[in-house]
T-cell receptor, first 112, second 110 residues
């Protein structure tokens, strides 16, 4: 059974600080990893994906992948109240959509 | 490029009824997946269609079915609705593992 684990939170971070979201996955065959942001009552929105070990930066967001530790993280720099949402981590092991496993998400709150 | 669209956005049904939800993927995307999202279970994979064929199926009862048309539009049907079917139903079109979700259909079963 493939699993993606996330701390459900809530994770509370002051405005302007760095928010750090973490995720672990069980399937060593996972090839790529995705972070989705979901506002309350809305659908998930893809914000980052990463395939290779190391860091990938996109604006205020940095995704980090460590395949040896089966660990993925998302850093949000200069956190804004608009970043308050649930962040879903997903691991993809190939094939069709059933190869994509989602975590249950971390609820992030940015305090003004 | 237009995103994924889903209709209707909200539905209220009673137990025992059936419901059909519709999804139009991003232009050029041939894979459409359906998910059920509830507060307790998170996102759960229902099934995936690719070129009008069901390619994968999650662990849901046969009351949940779907199909895909030649223009890649997809429909999902739930028969004999139960209270536990109340959820947000999300459609996603995908490309190389990247899933792009539609706005969802909020189904309430009373």
């Amino acid at each position: 059974q493939k699993e993606v684990e996330q701390n459900s939170g809530p994770l509370s971070v002051p405005e302007g600080a760095i928010a750090s979201l973490n995720c672990t996955y069980s399937d060593r065959g996972s090839q790529s990893f995705f972070w989705y942001r979901q506002y309350s009552g809305k659908s998930p929105e893809l914000i980052m994906f990463i395939y290779s070990n190391g860091d990938k930066e996109d604006g205020r967001f940095t995704a980090q992948l460590n395949k040896a530790s089966q660990y993925v993280s998302l850093l949000i720099r200069d956190s804004q109240p608009s970043d308050s949402a649930t962040y879903l981590c997903a691991a993809y092991s190939g094939g069709g959509a059933d190869g994509l496993t989602f975590g249950k998400g971390t609820h992030l709150i940015i305090q003004p | 490029k237009a995103g994924v669209t889903q209709t209707p956005r909200y539905l209220i049904k009673t137990r025992g009824q059936q419901v059909t939800l519709s999804c139009s993927p991003i232009s050029g995307h041939r894979s459409v997946s359906w998910y059920q999202q509830t507060p307790g279970q998170g996102l759960q994979f229902l099934f995936e269609y690719f070129s009008e064929t069901q390619r994968n199926k999650g662990n849901f009862p046969g009351r949940f079915s779907g199909r895909q048309f030649s223009n890649s539009r997809s429909e999902m049907n739930v028969s004999t609705l139960e209270l536990g079917d109340s959820a947000l139903y999300l459609c996603a079109s995908s490309f190389r593992g990247e899933q792009y979700f539609g706005p969802g259909t909020r189904l309430t079963v009373t």
